[in-house]
């Protein structure tokens, strides 16, 4: 069985969706509960803002530069 990697607000319908299917809960990481992140920690937390607007770039093939 592979992993899940969740963020936001609602991970407890998705944690709770998991349990309902007998999804082994060592499986799913929450972002939020990883140390030294904030408690509401979101996958953009994971990176640096200029790693994250290339990597979102490249997925959207737009261009968005980092405001100063």
């Known amino acids: 069985m592979g992993r899940a990697l969740i963020d ?3 991970t407890t319908k998705v ?3 998991a349990r309902a299917a007998n999804v ?3 499986h799913i990481t ?3 509960r ?3 992140l904030p408690r509401k ?5 994971l990176f640096s803002a200029k790693d994250h607007l290339r990597l979102h770039n490249r997925a959207t ?3 968005c530069r980092r405001s100063r």
Not at 41 to 45: F, K, Q, T, V
């Open 8 to 10: 936001g607000a609602e």
């Open 15 to 17: 944690l709770n969706a």
């Open 24 to 26: 082994d809960a060592t």
């Open 30 to 32: 929450v972002i939020s």
């Open 34 to 36: 990883l140390e030294g």
């Open 41 to 45: 920690a979101d996958i953009e937390d």
């Open 61 to 63: 093939s737009r261009g």
